[in-house]
């Protein structure tokens, strides 16, 4: 079993950046990818971007595509997301989450809050 702990999260004005940390323990032998998503107040959770443990290929949203970058340092078991030119709109609480594919989740965090203001 994986377990995630999300930290970076808070308050922003637009145009500004955040980095979230996703630090993974126990069978992380078992990780094929991490990745992140988001949700916003009364809306469903969407996919933000991923990353294969091995070999490190990525895969983003549309919407975060050239604002936002997805890494991992297989070292310390972390994956972070670096988030720049912040807009009110990527208000959500952000959650990392570990699976068996790319497109494939079974192991989640417990969400960080990004607030970014106008």
């Known amino acids: 079993q994986v377990q995630l702990v999300e930290s970076g999260g808070g308050l922003v004005q637009a145009g500004g950046s955040l980095r979230l940390s996703c630090a993974a323990s126990g069978r992380t032998f078992s990780m094929y990818a991490m990745g992140w998503f988001r949700q916003a107040p009364g809306k469903e959770r969407e996919f933000v971007a991923a990353?294969?443990?091995?070999?490190?290929?990525?895969v983003y949203a549309d919407s975060v595509k050239g604002r936002f970058t997805i890494s991992r340092d297989t070292a310390k078991n972390t994956v972070y997301l670096q988030m720049t030119n912040l807009k009110p709109e990527d208000t959500a609480v952000y959650f990392c989450?570990?699976?068996?594919?790319?497109?494939?989740?079974?192991?989640w965090g417990q969400g960080t809050q990004v607030t970014v203001s106008s």
């Open positions: 990353i294969r443990w091995t070999g490190g290929s990525t």
């Open positions: 989450a570990a699976g068996g594919s790319i497109w494939s989740y079974n192991t």
